[in-house]
């Protein structure tokens, strides 16, 4: 098999990538240990990513385990209901929090945010919504936060993960109820130096709050050259 020769697996990849067919498919996963083809999985088709919904067979732990990964690395709505329906054995619904984590859709953000009512998940599903980068993720990460304190730190690096308006809006709110600027400014720092500008520039110009506006102005200068 031509698989087996290093050197030429970039180039098949690529090719078996076109193809696109359930037998591309299954010579693309049986590779798929090898980093340069399992980060093409991202450039997979939908053919691709239907051979992989269909093996995702419990009883066989260790495949099914790397077509749950697969799937987060194709990042397509076509997997999530299957994913969802894995997830209900609860063995499973760690690896599928972090494979709805990379797909980031609206519906993986609607699947994640349910699996946070198990304690044991919480933290997973917050990391998780976080990758989604979604800004459907907002809401439900502030409501975690309200109702989970000591998720305040995780909550706050996931917002930072989201660049959105929003996400700058309730990282900002989450400062209000327990002031820790420099947690504020660090996960601030990690997003988008326009977007996060451009939005402290218009909280800062419609707050009524005579308190807001020395706080906002503060973070902003933190982020004029």
Do not use: K, Y
């Amino acid at each position: 098999e031509l698989m087996r020769r290093r050197a030429l697996r970039p180039a098949l990849t690529d090719a078996l990538l076109r193809l696109d067919t359930p037998e591309a498919a299954s010579i693309l996963t049986a590779h798929a240990s090898d980093p340069r083809v399992r980060a093409r999985f991202a450039d997979a088709g939908p053919g691709v990513e239907a051979w992989l919904v269909g093996r995702l067979d419990s009883r066989r732990h260790r495949d099914c385990r790397r077509n749950v990964e697969l799937l987060g690395l194709c990042g397509r709505d076509l997997a999530v209901d299957a994913l969802a329906h894995l997830a209900q054995d609860p063995s499973w619904t760690p690896a599928v929090v972090a494979a709805l984590g990379r797909i980031g859709s609206a519906r993986a953000v609607a699947v994640l945010v349910p699996m946070a009512r198990r304690s044991a998940l919480r933290r997973p599903v917050v990391d998780a919504l976080g990758e989604t980068g979604h800004p459907l993720a907002v809401d439900p990460l502030l409501a975690l936060d309200a109702d989970h304190p000591a998720l305040r730190g995780a909550v706050r690096t996931a917002l930072g993960r989201i660049d959105h308006p929003e996400a700058v809006r309730a990282i900002l709110t989450m400062e209000r109820g327990a002031p820790s600027l420099r947690a504020t400014r660090r996960v601030l720092g990690t997003m988008d130096r326009d977007l996060v500008l451009t939005t402290l520039d218009a909280m800062l110009a419609a707050e009524p709050s005579p308190a807001r506006p020395r706080l906002i102005a503060s973070l902003r200068s933190s982020f004029r050259p």
